[in-house]
């Protein structure tokens, strides 16, 4: 089993920055390509980008490429998504997955974008 808890989520103006956690607990949560995906009301859930664990491989999609960073911090068990310059577009929650195949998921977060 894997446990995620998200936190970070809040409201910003476009232009501003926000940067989301995911603490990982569980016997196996490293051997997971670790992901964030978000889901804008009345739209399907999208990829927005994935890294794993001690090489720190990273994946974006291009909605969010030179904008977005997504980093994992083995000491801390935590990944995080640095947000910036971000658009109204955005607005979302935001979730951390566990698996390409999104294995296990976290409750999620809200990320509200003002124009």
């Known amino acids: 089993q894997v446990q995620l808890v998200e936190s970070g989520g809040g409201w910003v103006q476009a232009g501003g920055s926000l940067r989301l956690s995911c603490a990982a607990s569980g016997r196996t949560f490293r051997s997971y390509v670790m992901g964030w995906y978000r889901q804008a009301p009345g739209k399907e859930r999208e990829f927005v980008a994935a890294?794993?664990?001690?090489?720190?491989?990273?994946t974006y999609a291009d909605s969010v490429k030179g904008r977005f960073t997504i980093s994992a911090d083995d000491a801390k068990n935590t990944v995080f998504l640095q947000m910036n310059n971000l658009k109204p577009e955005d607005t979302a929650v935001y979730y951390c997955?566990?698996?390409?195949?999104?294995?296990?998921w976290g409750q999620g977060t809200q990320v509200t974008v003002s124009s």
């Open positions: 890294v794993t664990w001690s090489r720190g491989l990273t």
């Open positions: 997955a566990a698996g390409s195949a999104g294995d296990y």
